[in-house]
């Protein structure tokens, strides 16, 4: 199975800096195509947050490049993949951290990794970019680490109540800025002719599922230009509604 595959970035109509950081890497292997899609939203004093994203990306990228190889013959490769990536977010929490303390602020990022390989995907999630699936319709696979989402889990709060929530952007954990991180972990099989979606909080607060849905399934993405296409215009609908926060979105379709 191969994938197509695309990302794009935008400062939003309020922020001076992009704050979010995205990768996107793919390589051929025994096992067939393997690729990883990572988004992280970073937050910080003195505009820092664009750090603390780009911290957690560039050490997903070295583990692909060169610990990934080293899964690959094994066996319980899915166990050995979580207990890498949750190594490799304590190291990111620590330094960024401390990065932050010596310059006495405060920073840190969401993260919201993907891994795609023999017709299993891997998720680790921390904080509340998400990950969705598109197939027979919009499916959310990951559950935001926010505080709206736990008071809707609670029965104190509805979803709808959530999504216009003042409170909506303080998140339970990020990483640099929470003492003790938790990720969420998801697996789970994919089939050819489906669409994951990774995005940033800032593409999904004004446009709906219905929305995403009908620009962004299977049938309406024919190839990786008209992807960019999509996410573009997705983009440019979210700025017009004036969403004001950085905006990332990254599409992978499974071909």
């Known amino acids: 199975?191969?994938?197509?595959?695309?990302?794009?970035t935008d400062v939003g109509i309020r922020k001076e800096t992009n704050q979010d950081?995205?990768?996107?890497?793919?390589?051929?292997?025994?096992?067939?195509?393997?690729?990883?899609s990572v988004i992280c939203d970073g937050m910080g004093g003195l505009?820092?947050?664009?750090?603390?994203?780009?911290?957690?990306?560039?050490?997903?990228?070295?583990?692909f490049e060169n610990d990934l190889p080293k899964l690959l013959h094994r066996g319980d490769r899915e166990r050995m993949i979580f207990g890498e990536w949750e190594e490799l977010i304590m190291d990111c929490n620590q330094k960024i951290a401390a990065y932050a303390d010596s310059l006495h602020i405060s920073m840190g990022?969401?993260?919201?990794?993907?891994?795609?390989?023999?017709?299993?995907?891997?998720?680790?999630?921390?904080?509340?970019?998400?990950?969705?699936?598109l197939s027979d319709g919009l499916y959310q696979l990951t559950r935001d680490q926010s505080l709206v989402q736990r008071e809707v889990d609670m029965g104190r709060m509805t979803a709808l109540e959530a999504a216009v929530s003042p409170q909506r952007n303080i998140l339970l954990q990020c990483i640099g800025a929470s003492p003790i991180i938790t990720p969420d972990y998801y697996s789970g099989d994919y089939a050819a002719g489906q669409v994951f979606m990774q995005c940033s909080d800032g593409f999904r607060h004004v446009i709906t599922?219905?929305?995403?849905?009908?620009?962004?399934?299977a049938e309406a993405l024919t190839d990786e230009q008209t992807m960019h296409d999509n996410i573009v215009y997705m983009t440019e609908l979210n700025k017009s509604r004036r969403e004001t926060d950085n905006i990332t979105v990254l599409l992978v379709k499974t071909v």
């Open 109 to 133: 990022t969401t993260l919201n990794a993907l891994l795609l390989m023999d017709g299993r995907y891997e998720i680790v999630n921390v904080g509340d970019s998400r990950a969705y699936l």
């Open 47 to 63: 505009e820092k947050g664009e750090v603390a994203s780009a911290t957690v990306i560039e050490a997903f990228g070295n583990w």
């Open 21 to 36: 950081s995205a990768l996107l890497m793919e390589a051929k292997t025994d096992f067939g195509n393997v690729l990883l």
């Open 1 to 8: 199975m191969s994938f197509l595959a695309t990302v794009y």
């Open 209 to 217: 599922p219905e929305e995403i849905y009908r620009y962004l399934n």
